[in-house]
């Protein structure tokens, strides 16, 4: 059953009506105190409230109510009902707990979909498989991975992609982000439907309305033919909006207006079309940082995160090399023609240690130069030595990040942090790589109350 809770008549009516003609039970409250009882007797799967519920605007009764429902220990779906003028305390309300915000006036379609989404989220059971038993459910061919926090990662995304509910792919460059993307998409009931990549970091602020909206010809000079953007493109399948980290702040409000109520308008034209779009975002940036920072929107984030998947870098899942590895040696024997390549026990061992900062990527372009310049068909170590070396990747990596977009002391926990993972929390070896001692490695921890399970150095 579903819980409307507004003091307009007219919302819960029309929300009674939308919902029961999508199959489900419905109560409504025109209070915080009725919507607390109907809370106490009723077993409720979801609860869409207003953030008034009178004359008052402020938006804090509907506070109120979000903090005494979460109080109460329920993990129940909630989803705000706002106005464009009260977007910030729809994103205050995302921080107390409420899962979605609607603004009026709302796309029917869009209330089915985030109700539906939320309600399968909820009712969803997590699960620790092998990955024979992730590869009997769902579609993961092109994703090498037997590390568990990867499986733990795949059964997620198996999870969520029978719903809409947008996804935020997070990791290093190089990580694999985009093949989980596909994967998502893949695994959806949009799979027959199109599935459309975006590089966002690509994109001026002058372009972007035309390459995402798409443009009538004469909208503007040299705009001779009609051009259709990427969200219709994508219409009835899934969008994939790589870099969006790299979006300027202009064209996060424009992207954030189709997020919203999933509707825009072609450049030049003044006609407006709805869009049915399952969204998935990905960076390899801290967005939360740039929300601190003030040069990424913060209610644009909690539009694209309903789920957050943050992928490992390769060198925290050293047991998933050797696959990779193997994986690209079985595809490059017939691309060049070498059927009996292969690679020493040596070589992978100490391919496994490797910091390896392009991740996935740094790995495959290790691997084929290996075997475009080696003669042997059994690669050894000293063929990936002498291609490391020449590799046009820097050895230590000394792009800083640009003044004023992070403090020294944040660096510093990055480094610290960064130095435990890569030397799996061994003490003495982390402490090396820094520069610093291990008393003094032991104070940091403490001082920025840094989790670790020490092993064994």
């Given at each position: 059953m579903i819980?409307?809770?507004d003091?307009?008549i007219?919302?819960?009516t029309?929300?009674?009506?939308l919902?029961?003609?999508a199959?489900?039970q419905?109560t409504t409250?025109?209070?915080?105190a ?7 007797h009723n ?7 207003d ?11 509907g506070?109120d ?5 979460r ?10 009902i ?7 305390l729809?994103?205050q ?8 915000f ?7 379609e869009?209330?089915?979909q985030?109700?539906k ?5 909820k009712?969803?059971?997590k ?7 992730l ?7 092109h ?9 733990a990662i795949l059964?997620?995304?198996?999870r ?6 947008s996804v935020?792919?997070m990791?290093e460059?190089?990580?694999g982000?985009?093949?989980i ?8 009931l949009r ?7 975006v ?6 602020s002058?372009?972007?309305?035309s390459?995402?909206?798409?443009h009538?010809?004469g ?7 009609d ?10 399948g899934?969008?994939?909006?790589d870099e969006i980290g790299?979006l300027e702040p202009?064209s ?12 825009y ?6 006609r407006?079309?709805?869009?049915d779009?399952?969204v998935?975002c ?7 940082e740039m ?5 990424f929107?913060?209610?644009?984030l909690?539009r694209?995160?309903l ?13 998933d090399?050797?696959l990779?590895?193997?994986?690209f040696?079985n ?5 060049y023609?070498?059927p ?5 026990a040596?070589?992978?061992k ?6 390896l ?7 495959k372009?290790l691997v084929?130069?290996?075997?475009l310049?080696?003669k042997?068909?059994?690669l ?9 070396e020449?590799a ?5 990596n000394?792009q800083?990040?640009v ?6 002391e944040q660096?510093?926990v990055e ?18 790589s820094l520069?610093i001692?291990?008393n003094?490695l032991y104070r940091?921890?403490e001082k920025?109350?840094i989790p670790?399970n020490?092993?064994?150095?």
């Amino acid at each position: 059953m579903i819980l409307i809770v507004d003091d307009d008549i007219a919302v819960r009516t029309s929300l009674t009506l939308l919902l029961e003609n999508a199959g489900k039970q419905v109560t409504t409250a025109n209070n915080a105190a009725e919507a607390l009882r109907s809370l106490e007797h009723n077993n409720l799967e979801l609860i869409i409230m207003d953030l008034n519920f009178s004359i008052d605007t402020s938006g804090k009764e509907g506070m109120d109510l979000l903090t005494r429902v979460r109080n109460t220990g329920s993990d129940l779906p909630i989803i705000l009902i706002t106005g464009w003028a009260s977007i910030d305390l729809a994103v205050q309300g995302m921080k107390l707990g409420a899962n979605d915000f609607i603004h009026k006036p709302w796309n029917n379609e869009h209330v089915l979909q985030s109700v539906k989404t939320l309600v399968e989220l909820k009712s969803a059971k997590k699960e620790h498989v092998t990955r024979k038993q992730l590869d009997k459910k769902y579609q993961f061919d092109h994703i090498i991975a037997e590390d568990p926090a990867m499986l733990a990662i795949l059964e997620t995304i198996g999870r969520v992609s029978g719903t809409d509910a947008s996804v935020l792919v997070m990791g290093e460059s190089g990580t694999g982000k985009e093949l989980i993307a596909e994967a998502i998409h893949e695994n959806s009931l949009r799979r027959n439907k199109p599935f459309i990549k975006v590089n966002l970091g690509g994109i001026s602020s002058s372009l972007f309305e035309s390459e995402m909206f798409g443009h009538v010809r004469g909208a503007f000079t040299d705009a001779r033919f009609d051009r259709t953007g990427r969200f219709e493109m994508a219409n009835k399948g899934t969008i994939f909006l790589d870099e969006i980290g790299d979006l300027e702040p202009g064209s996060q409000v424009k992207l954030l207006r189709v997020l919203q109520d999933r509707t825009y308008e072609v450049l030049g034209s003044s006609r407006t079309k709805v869009v049915d779009i399952r969204v998935v975002c990905a960076t390899n940036k801290n967005l939360q940082e740039m929300v601190g920072a003030g040069t990424f929107r913060e209610d644009l984030l909690y539009r694209i995160n309903l789920i957050t998947i943050r992928l490992p870098a390769l060198r925290e899942r050293p047991g998933d090399i050797p696959l990779l590895v193997s994986f690209f040696i079985n595809n490059l024997k017939e691309i060049y023609n070498r059927p009996a390549l292969s690679v020493s026990a040596a070589a992978m061992k100490w391919l496994q240690q490797l910091p390896l900062p392009g991740n996935i990527r740094e790995l495959k372009n290790l691997v084929e130069r290996s075997i475009l310049v080696s003669k042997n068909d059994e690669l050894g170590l000293d063929d990936f030595k002498v291609q490391l070396e020449q590799a046009p990747s820097k050895k230590i990596n000394t792009q800083f990040p640009v003044v004023g977009t992070i403090t020294l002391e944040q660096m510093e926990v990055e480094m610290v942090k960064r130095a435990m993972n890569f030397h799996q929390n061994k003490i003495s070896k982390a402490a090396a790589s820094l520069g610093i001692t291990r008393n003094a490695l032991y104070r940091r921890l403490e001082k920025y109350q840094i989790p670790f399970n020490e092993t064994e150095d």
